[in-house]
């Protein structure tokens, strides 16, 4: 008799987030999840750059004009939370919308539970993998056909 042993893909890693803790507000990036939007860039180039470590700094700019900006995330992988803690949390945009790119991701935004390997996650902002072929699903990770430039960023290139 053979033994037939069945060998199972490894377990996907579970989600590393990343925390700058300011005055009035904590940013939290998920690394993963970055689809280099670069609206946070553009947005507040005295918080976000990419040349400096930490490339965050929160207290660069105030609270609000923080949360404003990083609510221009489309994948959610930056976030943030008032303080102090029990503060006001981001609220979901009402109603919910969907939309699909030319190359295929889901951009969803509204109150959202989403459903991974890691159980149950409630969002806000994502961009979900619409081929299939993401490493990091449900979310994209442009591994697949969406690695396509998208049309909505054609005027930027």
């Known amino acids: 008799m053979t033994d037939r042993t069945t060998e199972s893909a490894p377990a ?15 940013v939290t ?5 970055c689809l280099h ?3 946070c860039v553009r947005g507040l180039p005295a918080v976000f750059d990419l040349a400096r470590r930490p ?6 700019a105030g609270p609000d004009a923080l949360a404003e900006v990083i609510r221009r995330c489309p994948s959610g992988a930056l976030q943030y939370r ?3 803690d029990g503060a006001a949390p981001e609220l979901p945009d009402s109603p919910t919308g969907v939309r ?3 190359s295929g991701q889901l951009v969803v935004r509204g109150e959202l539970l989403v459903t ?7 969002e ?12 990091n699903q449900p979310y994209c990770d442009h591994s697949g056909p969406c690695a396509e430039p998208d049309d909505d960023a054609a005027d930027e290139r």
């Open 12 to 26: 996907p890693e579970p989600p590393k987030l990343k925390e700058y803790e300011g005055e009035g507000i904590t």
């Open 29 to 33: 990036f998920e690394p993963r999840r």
């Open 37 to 39: 939007a670069a609206e």
């Open 55 to 60: 490339w965050i700094l929160p207290d660069a």
């Open 82 to 84: 008032r303080r102090p």
């Open 100 to 102: 699909r790119t030319p």
């Open 116 to 122: 991974g390997p890691h159980g149950d996650r409630r």
């Open 124 to 135: 806000t902002r994502v961009v979900l993998c619409g081929c299939g072929a993401s490493g």
